[in-house]
């Protein structure tokens, strides 16, 4: 018997082990391209969301911009027509909130303080306050129907 010694070591790779490597990696990336199209519909419904909400904000805004230059000419009306601040303040009274509806579960709040002109060219009122008001208890309604179905 001759014995052969050997130069280095050998490796033998099969062909099954190198089919099986490729398929497990197109499968990784089957699964990466699938997280992606589901993470861009994702952000895509919430910017969808987010625009809607943002618009009707704006068209609330809006509005409430609108009331008030109807009120400021209510105001002006009444100033011209009265005699004296007492009979002002009685026709129009000292403070007004209203509410304009942005959604089902949101409204933008508005105070005004009323003012008594002193001279021409002053304001007839003050915005005190300008809010987004949120309707907790149906969000709260909506989170126990949502833990109820999951």
Known sequence: MSFQKKSGPEFHVNVGSSSILLIFVILCLISFATLSIV???????LSRRVE???SAYYEACNQA???IA???NTLASVYA???DE???FMAVGHKKTY???ISDLQTLSVTLDILYPQQEGDPF???TSWQVVTDSSDMEDEEDSVLLIH
């Open 81 to 83: 027509d009265s005699f």
């Open 52 to 54: 809607e909400r943002t």
């Open 70 to 72: 109807s009120i400021d």
């Open 65 to 67: 911009q609108e009331d």
């Open 99 to 101: 509410m304009v509806t």
């Open 86 to 88: 007492d009979e002002y």
């Open 39 to 45: 993470s861009a519909n994702a952000d895509a419904k």
């Open 125 to 127: 009122y003050r915005i």
